[in-house]
Nanobody
């Protein structure tokens, strides 16, 4: 079992920045993908950014150039640096950790961008 905990959400003005953290613990061997998703009210959860096998990154088009996913080399933790935030970035942000065919979600952290 893997436990996933996100942190770093909050209220920020449009144009501002936030940095989210996602830490995995428990049976963390063979974690191969860590990614960030978000879900706005009334909308489906969508992929924002992923880190595959510790090196390969991918981003949704709507965050390219604004968001960056990075990792801590010493422990199973990823970060999401979010710059130039927009009102439409308001959502609950979730981290998902994949371990082979199994995946685990965190509880989410709220990001609210005021216009």
């Amino acid at each position: 079992q893997v436990r996933v905990v996100e942190s770093g959400g909050g209220l920020v003005q449009a144009g501002g920045s936030l940095r989210l953290s996602c830490a995995a613990s428990g049976s963390i061997s063979r974690i191969n993908v860590m990614g960030w998703y978000r879900q706005a009210p009334g909308k489906q959860r969508e992929l924002i950014a992923g880190l595959v096998n510790g090196d390969n990154t991918n981003y949704a088009d709507f965050v390219k150039g604004r968001f960056t996913i990075t990792r801590d080399n010493a422990k199973p933790t990823v970060f999401l640096q979010m710059n130039s935030l927009k009102f439409e970035d308001t959502a609950v942000y979730y981290c998902r950790v994949a371990q082979g065919v199994n995946y685990y979600w965190g509880q989410g952290t709220q990001v609210t961008v005021s216009s």
